[in-house]
């Protein structure tokens, strides 16, 4: 029997629904929560400048598995009550298939405390800490992409020591990140049958090292291991070295090398040492660099490399690795099975979960910046 024209037309609405419904149905969320603003905001914009580099470029070869991706950014500031509430929205609203590149090991802990991954039973893929709370209880929700706080530190310390500097003191956050890199400083540093001469502290959110600066030179140190976020850690470098210039000053890899030489200033940041969880973004040595400074010039040209985005690129290739791997939809309980059984040569860049092992990574390398804030190995 031949259609008649109102049926044809009901029937081709129909086809239509479902092949919007298909479209729908194969885009898959990717949720950040990034400090955009506040005291970690450029921190954080090169976090999501990572992963949106490489979604978008797994996007322009037409995606994986017929699948396309979403980049659902939200701004937590840095405040952890923003982190609780908008990884929720991440869960619950848009549906977010795993999470991706957070920031600040008090926040990300109690995403844990709250129950927060649990009761989504998500993963969250390369946070941008290396806290051990995070790590040590086990949790089977964060898939770690960088080498712990107590890897970073262990590394400055050995470096120091067998320089024939004993004398060092620890400047760190007063929070759970900074309290983290404080206990891996003393943990190596007992290694040597050796404690921090001095500590000094500064408030989360804020910029007052003034008692840092104090509290830390009456241990008259001869190197100093810093435990904190960019601009508190450039007002420390300027104070401290204008004060006492010879000192051997130490950052961990949350800083951005570049960032701090301006901040700081050239003569002040000048030699500054910064241990890198990463291989060089810069040198185009390995394929994965290669990779990333091909997908920066495609889509962000303009935007300067770092050793920042490139972690997050590294992690959004990792968790796209999983997808490809993953059978059928791409639920968050299919992505974990496929992320707890990967292990991915990247080209340069190994990483390797299991069951019961979260931990990727343990790569260190240490850098001094040179002039102009670059990166000498």
Avoid at 43 to 57: I, S
Avoid at 319 to 339: C, F, H, K, W
Wanted: hydrophobic content about 40%; proline content about 5%; some cysteine.
């Amino acid at each position: 029997m031949a259609m008649t024209l109102p049926r044809l037309v009901t029937a081709l609405l129909a086809a239509l629904s479902l092949l919007v419904g298909s479209a729908r149905a194969d885009t898959v969320v990717i949720g950040q929560c990034a400090p955009l603003s506040g005291s970690l905001a450029s921190t954080g914009k090169a976090m999501a400048l990572g992963v949106r580099l490489a979604l978008d470029a797994a996007n322009a070869a037409g995606g994986i598995n017929g699948h396309r991706f979403r980049h659902a950014l939200k701004d937590d500031g840095y405040q952890t009550a923003e982190t609780l509430r908008l990884t929720r929205e991440l869960i619950q609203k848009d549906k977010a298939a795993a999470l991706i590149g957070y920031a600040g090991t008090g926040n990300i802990l109690e995403l844990l405390r709250q129950g927060v991954l649990a009761e989504g039973n998500i993963a969250l893929v390369a946070p941008y800490t290396g806290g051990e709370p995070l790590r040590d209880p086990y949790n089977p929700w964060i898939f770690h992409i960088r080498a712990s706080y107590g890897d970073e530190t262990a590394a400055m310390v050995t470096q120091l020591v067998n320089t024939g500097l004993q004398r060092i003191a620890v400047f760190h956050q007063d929070d759970p990140f900074g309290q983290a890199g404080l206990a891996g400083v003393e943990k190596a540093l007992a290694r040597h049958r050796l404690k921090p001469v001095s500590t000094g502290r500064y408030a989360k959110n804020s910029e007052d090292v003034s008692g840092a600066v104090a509290d830390i030179a009456r241990g008259d140190p001869q190197a100093v291991i810093m435990i904190g976020v960019v601009r508190p850690t450039a007002a420390f470098v300027k104070a401290y070295r204008s004060a006492h210039p010879g000192t051997q000053l130490f950052s961990i890899s949350v800083i951005n090398g570049r960032e701090l030489h301006e901040l700081a200033g050239g003569d002040h940041a000048r030699g500054v040492g910064i241990t890198q969880v990463m291989p060089s973004p810069f040198s185009g040595v390995t394929r994965i660099a290669r990779d990333y400074n091909d997908a920066l010039q495609r889509f962000a040209p303009g935007e300067e490399p770092s050793y920042t985005s490139f972690e997050e690129y590294v992690g959004a290739r990792v968790l796209l690795e999983a997808i490809r791997r993953t059978r059928g939809s791409p639920t968050p309980a299919m992505v974990m099975q496929s992320l707890e059984k990967l292990e991915v040569d990247l080209g340069g860049f190994a990483v390797r979960f299991a069951p019961g092992d979260r931990l990727g990574s343990r790569h260190v390398e240490v850098t001094l910046l040179g002039r102009g804030g670059t990166h000498l190995r």
